[in-house]
């Protein structure tokens, strides 16, 4: 049986999983900005909580992408072009989640005293969310 199909819908999932990531991130992103101004915490602190938020579910959708572009590279015939197009992808989305983890965090990751991936900022926004508060902030910017 050939694997190809099986591997091919594989990385269509991942892709979409990606894309949905992004998308429910942004609903996400204005409900808790909507929050934030309803408790009247100001427009500078639901700005604030739109972009970290929209930041993280971006970030973690475009890990997502990644690891349905290396799927597909991996599991179809590969050829030095299709490597140089997952080179140049990977690279591409690479410089992406670097500078938006950089807005996010105000600081370049390996300076960061606490590490926090995409899914972690969207985590604390949700707690700070349920608590009806903000975010705590650990030294350096980052949310945890």
Same mark, same amino acid.
């Given at each position: 049986?050939?694997?190809?199909?099986?591997?091919?819908?594989?990385?269509?999932?991942?892709?979409?999983?990606?894309?949905?990531?992004?998308?429910?991130?942004?609903? #996400?992103?204005?409900?808790?900005?909507?929050?934030?101004?309803? @408790?009247?915490?100001?427009?500078?602190?639901?700005?604030?909580?739109? $972009?970290?938020?929209?930041?993280?579910?971006?970030?973690?959708?475009?890990?997502?992408?990644?690891?349905?572009?290396?799927? @597909?590279?991996?599991?179809?015939?590969?050829? #030095?072009?299709?490597?140089?197009?997952?080179?140049?992808?990977?690279?591409? $989305?690479? #410089?992406?989640?670097?500078?938006?983890?950089?807005?996010?965090?105000?600081?370049?990751?390996? $300076?960061?005293?606490?590490?926090?991936?995409?899914?972690?900022?969207?985590?604390?926004?949700?707690?700070?969310?349920?608590?009806?508060?903000?975010? $705590?902030?650990?030294?350096?910017?980052?949310?945890?």
């Amino acid at each position: 049986m050939p694997l190809a199909p099986v591997f091919s819908t594989i990385a269509i999932t991942f892709e979409a999983l990606g894309v949905t990531a992004i998308a429910i991130g942004f609903v #996400i992103a204005l409900w808790f900005a909507a929050l934030e101004l309803a @408790r009247g915490h100001g427009g500078r602190a639901a700005y604030l909580t739109l $972009r970290r938020t929209l930041g993280g579910a971006i970030l973690l959708g475009l890990e997502v992408l990644v690891a349905a572009d290396l799927i @597909r590279t991996i599991t179809s015939k590969p050829s #030095i072009d299709e490597a140089l197009i997952l080179g140049i992808i990977v690279l591409i $989305r690479t #410089i992406l989640s670097l500078s938006i983890q950089i807005e996010i965090d105000g600081t370049l990751p390996w $300076r960061r005293a606490l590490t926090t991936s995409g899914a972690q900022v969207v985590a604390a926004e949700a707690s700070s969310a349920r608590k009806g508060g903000r975010a $705590r902030r650990a030294p350096g910017g980052s949310s945890f």
